[in-house]
């Protein structure tokens, strides 16, 4: 038995070939994916250690855990005597310290780096930070930056720098060379500027040490070396050895490869469901198919048994097979994708490919399983088939599937009703969040298997709506309609697989369009300005120059200035500091605006409040909201509850009121700006920076780059997801053109007798490629429908201000993709349609 | 067997002029020692209107004749008029072309689309060839061949002898110069198969229709007007006005 299974697959191995396909894409991606999290993981390993693990012990400031976290405290150090007393030990041969304050870079435009000042580090001789390119700052006038920062700024070797000593004042400094400072979080973040130990202490002030890296003399173990340290370092430090201070630095950034590897995991599951799917597909095919060699099997003798096993041996061997095609393709693609992202996500790229047992031993279980797991219903009914059908003509040329499936229309009704009903209910309540999250995706499942239940008896609703229009245009395209009504499940079967990618694709594209709109009139409606001018983040108290503010009232190009006046008071109503804010120059409701739960902002005014619901309580407009403020408690009256999540936070005070009861807060915390009607965008930002230029810590925030800002990003997780749901769909229309050709080969000689008919080559081409293209635009249509539905459910029951906007050019193009998807699968299918004789196709059985 | 392969005989010619005309048709597969000759010389002639059988044994060439006659197969020397066009000179496009005007076809089977109707499927080559339909002949030919009342029925709803009528119907609705059949009857019970058959006579005499029909059933081959014999590729013996029984002696001899 098992000789005629193999036989026969040698017979049919181009059946066979699409499916293999469709099973190895899956398995690719699967094994690939664990391939390229091991060696990511091993490169930001190396890097780690690299740079730690040649050193005998590294000794950091020990962290006071019982100590309240208070940001503003300076971060504890070692004292400065220690690294001569370690230097002095005889176990050490070597030692370097590194000190840490803050040295604000300044841009290309004179503007500080980032909204946190840069770390300002200082590299003693012996540390563990090399440079990748160039050398390390010698001297008072060289600096070394991140690798990090160099590519954010697009400074270089040899550039000219100017970086903010602790007093603000300016220091020019030649780029000496650039230091990767790996993944470090606090690093990465705020990026660095290197100097030499003396020009570090100069430029920030800094005292004492951040780390202590150490060598041991010759003969000296590490952990001799590090309990000596300790023996100098006391308690004030956390001394472990170069190895382990690596490990676990590197153990903190492989968070960061397991979440990707999490996340690609994810999309390679879909990509193995839908293979799962196609070669479903596949196999109920060929066991129709070979119904009569089935049957002879049976009728000389075959038990059920037997042809049973037949089968999925078949599913076995191919299993196997493609798996381990899979697993070779993996490794290539892990490979590129490791020399291709690795740098882009900091890991070492000259770590060489990881691979470990469990990436084949996943990919062979994933594959096999799948295959084996899609081949069991098909046997079974295989063993259905009575021995008797060997005697039947034929049953390939059956008659059309009928009935209507009175039973599937109730169980789709039914679970369409469920699931409309979850989405109504997690669209409806507000303030569930994470929980509508899920609720919209099990409503989306309960869908999918609706979809699937009714998906035959919809493709011949859809195919005979349009095929009146379809029997007009031309004879190809009136067969190819009635060719898709032929065997609707198989077609539904088939459509399924590009279905769930479209799904997906789709309501993705929905969800990031929607962000994108939310995210654009959140920010006009928060942001009513050009250009937000802001005092440094890491200083409460900071305030902007009035020389800057005033220099911005004064300028031709800006238009509107509003400078916002910020303290903090105790309020008898909530707990805390409550922000108290006024704006100067604006007029509340008009220029800026929030919706209200109680009033109305517009009515601000003298003795009169507005307050963020949060710190409202349960009072309402017309209350009294008591005040602590600088000069003693006051009341005023509640003009307006305002929304929370919009413009104004706290209290909004008016102008005279807040200069009484803050005398003291007299600067600007920030400064709205417009530009001047018929000013160029150009001179406008001119007018801003040149106002400011002096203040360089002070931020400035364009409207306009934030939003370009946050497009980008939105753009490239939506390219990102879509090139990941990109091989979902190259598998579905593998599974298309596998079921093209597999129909192609049971109509091997009604197609011959079109051709006698006079039907043309070209013509019979035609009819299969609309027939592809028919099949794909219904799964692809299906999908975006559920993607749309979907997409906005999500987002609302997420994010329930959330406006939803429809990416229509996006779902045009995926209608596209779908039509040049169909025309692809029926590409081979159709050449070996058209290439066949008549006489010997007339011949055949 | 003193007959050697001859051109249709004179008395035949003259009454109708020949619509096909093959002449010394020969038609190999493969080549050297694996070579196998399916035709050698060929020559015969089919006037209009008239209902001819090809007969023999199997493997004598029958239907590698009528796929070469029709311009499904190419035929390796020799050639093949249909009217005055030689279609042993016609490219793919070009004999597309001459099935889709010229020619009508009948199989054994698979003969119909089963996804649609009879009426659809009778109309089908007429919408190949983007062709007027003439609606009278249409109304006439389904009255004779009785499917009046089935028209909107799928394949699988008829019987075989109704699909093969429908097939029949198909094949003469365009009035081609040539209707081939290829063991019409083959699948059918007797019954059904006389009435497919008669119905073949009765068109070519009451219209003209000119039918050339492969089949190894002297029955069936009684129903025409004249009856050729092949063997080993060579056409060997003739029978006009046959019986089923000056068939089938013919037959045991070619046979024996």
């Known amino acids: 038995m098992l000789r005629t299974t193999l036989a026969g697959l040698r017979m049919h191995k181009a059946r066979l070939v699409t499916t293999a396909l469709a099973i190895a894409l899956g398995v690719m991606f699967v094994s690939g994916t664990l391939v390229f999290g091991d060696t990511l993981q091993a490169g930001f390993s190396t890097k780690m250690m690299g740079s730690a693990g040649d050193f005998a012990a590294v000794a950091v400031p020990a962290e006071d855990e019982d100590a309240p976290a208070d940001p503003e405290a300076p971060a504890p150090v070692l004292p400065a005597d220690t690294l001569e007393e370690v230097r002095d030990l005889p176990e050490v041969a070597s030692a370097g310290g590194m000190t840490r304050g803050d040295a604000p870079l300044l841009d290309k435009d004179g503007r500080a780096v980032g909204s946190m000042p840069t770390i300002g580090m200082g590299l003693g001789d012996g540390t563990r930070f090399q440079p990748d390119e160039g050398g390390m700052p010698e001297g008072s006038g060289e600096a070394a930056l991140a690798t990090t920062v160099a590519e954010a700024t697009g400074y270089g070797v040899g550039d000219t720098v100017t970086v903010l000593d602790s007093e603000g004042d300016r220091h020019e400094f030649t780029v000496s060379g650039l230091v990767d400072f790996g993944v470090d979080g606090e690093l990465a973040y705020r990026g660095v500027v290197a100097f030499d130990e003396d020009t570090a202490r100069e430029m920030t002030g800094a005292e004492g040490y951040s780390e202590i890296d150490v060598t041991a003399a010759e003969g000296v173990t590490d952990a001799a070396a590090v309990s000596a340290v300790e023996g100098v370092t006391g308690s004030d430090a956390d001394v472990e050895t170069g190895t382990a201070f690596g490990e676990r630095l590197a153990k903190n950034s492989g968070a960061d490869s397991q979440m990707l590897t999490v996340a690609l995991m994810l999309f390679a599951l879909i990509s193995v469901f839908v293979a799962a799917i196609v070669i479903y597909n596949t196999f109920a095919i060929l066991v129709a198919q070979r119904q009569r060699e089935m049957a002879l099997l049976r009728c000389v003798g075959s038990a059920r048994g037997q042809v049973f096993r037949s089968v999925l041996t078949e599913a076995l061997v191919v299993g196997l097979i493609a798996s381990a095609l899979g697993i070779a393709a993996g490794l290539g693609a892990g490979w590129a994708g490791f020399a291709f992202g690795g740098e882009a996500l900091g890991a070492d790229t000259s770590q060489s490919l990881v691979v470990g047992v469990l990436p084949i031993a996943v990919g062979m279980t994933v594959g096999t399983v799948m295959a084996l797991g899609a081949a069991l219903l098909p046997a079974w009914r295989a063993t259905r088939v009575p021995p008797l059908a060997a005697l039947r003509t034929s049953a390939t040329a059956q008659g059309l599937e009928k009935g209507i499936g009175w039973a599937r229309i109730v169980i789709g009704g039914v679970l369409f009703l469920v699931s409309g009903g979850i989405v109504f209910a997690a669209t409806n309540s507000t303030g569930i969040g994470t929980t509508g999250l899920v609720l919209t995706t099990v409503a989306g499942l309960i869908c999918f298997v609706g979809v699937v239940v009714l998906s035959p008896l919809l493709v011949r609703a859809v195919v005979a709506a349009v095929s009146p229009v379809m029997r007009r245009v031309g004879v190809a395209s009136m067969l190819a309609a009635d060719n898709s009504r032929r065997s609707p499940k198989r077609a539904a079967t088939a459509m399924i697989a590009l279905t769930v990618g479209a799904t997906l694709i789709t309501g993705y594209a929905v969800v990031n369009a929607s962000l994108k709109t939310t995210m654009d009139e959140m920010l006009s409606e928060q942001f009513p300005a050009d250009y937000m001018i802001s005092a440094p983040l890491d200083e409460p108290d900071a305030v902007i120059p009035d020389s800057a503010v005033a220099e911005l009232e004064d300028s031709d190009a800006l238009g509107s200035v509003v400078e916002v006046h910020q303290a903090y008071a105790g309020s008898g109503g909530a707990t805390g500091d409550m922000p108290v804010s006024t704006y100067i120059g604006a007029t509340l409701g008009e220029d800026l605006k929030n919706d209200a739960v109680s009033g109305s902002l517009a009515d601000v005014g003298p003795g009169k409040v507005a307050v963020s619901q949060g710190y409202a309580g349960d009072l309402k407009a017309g209350d009294t909201l008591p005040v602590a403020t600088g000069s003693g408690e006051k009341e005023y009256e509640i003009a307006a509850v305002l929304e929370e999540g919009g413009t104004l936070y706290g209290a909004t005070l008016s102008p005279r009121d807040f200069e009484q009861a803050f005398p003291d807060a007299d600067g600007a915390s920030s400064v709205m700006v417009t530009g001047a009607d018929g000013a160029s965008a150009k001179q406008v930002r001119d007018a801003v920076y040149d106002a400011v230029a002096d203040a360089p810590t002070v931020g400035v925030d364009s409207m306009a780059e934030m939003k370009a800002q946050f497009d980008d990003v939105l753009n490239i997780a939506f390219l990102a997801i879509a090139a990941m749901l990109g091989l979902a769909i190259i598998i579905a229309v593998f599974g298309i053109a596998n079921t093209m050709a597999l129909s192609v080969l049971e109509r091997t000689r009604e197609s011959a007798m079109l051709r006698a008919l006079g039907l043309a080559r070209g013509q019979l081409r035609r009819m299969l490629s609309i027939e592809a293209v028919v099949l794909c635009l219904i799964g692809a249509g299906v999908g975006i429908v559920l993607g749309i539905v979907f997409g906005w459910a999500a987002g609302v029951s997420a994010m329930p201000s959330m406006v939803f906007a429809l990416p229509a050019g996006q779902i045009s193009v995926f209608i596209g993709v779908a039509v040049a998807a169909g025309l692809l699968a029926s590409v081979l299918p159709g050449r070996k349609a058209a290439g066949q004789s008549i006489t010997g196709a007339l011949a055949s059985e | ?256």
């Not at chain 2, 493997?59 to 020799?78: I, N, R, V």
């Not at chain 2, 007429?126 to 109304?139: C, M, N, P, S």
């Not at chain 2, 097939?167 to 003469?172: E, G, I, S």
């Not at chain 2, 110069?177 to 009435?195: C, F, K, M």
């Open chain 2, 1 to 256: 067997m003193s007959q050697t392969a001859a051109v249709a005989a004179p008395d035949h010619s003259t009454q109708a002029p020949p619509v096909v005309i093959a002449r010394s048709l020969s038609k190999v597969y493969g080549a050297g020692d694996s070579a196998v000759r399916a035709l050698d010389g060929v020559s015969v002639e089919f006037a209009r209107g008239h209902f001819t059988a090809i007969m023999g044994p199997s493997g004598s060439g029958k239907s590698t004749l009528m796929h070469c006659l029709a311009g499904l197969d190419t035929a390796s020397s020799g050639t093949v008029h249909l009217g005055r066009t030689d279609i042993t000179r016609l490219n793919d496009r070009q004999l597309t072309q001459l099935r889709r005007d010229r020619i009508g076809f009948i199989f054994q089977s698979f003969n119909l689309l089963p996804m649609l109707t009879a009426e659809q499927n009778i109309l089908l080559p007429a919408q190949i060839a983007k062709r007027k339909v003439d609606r009278g002949r249409f109304e006439r030919l389904i009255d004779v061949v009785g499917l009046r009342e089935r028209l909107d029925h799928l394949p699988s709803k008829l019987s075989g002898g109704q699909q093969q009528r429908v097939a029949v119907a198909r094949a003469l609705l365009g009035a081609p110069e040539v209707v081939y059949a290829d063991e019409p009857t083959g699948n059918l019970d007797s019954r059904s198969g006389a009435g497919v058959l008669s119905f073949l006579r009765d068109s070519a005499r009451d219209m003209g229709q000119t039918i050339v029909m492969v089949t190894h059933d002297p029955v069936a081959a009684s129903y025409a007007d004249r009856v050729i014999f092949l063997r080993d590729g060579r056409l060997v013996d003739e029978v006009h006005a046959p019986t089923a029984e000056t068939v089938s002696d013919r037959l045991l001899k070619l046979e024996s």
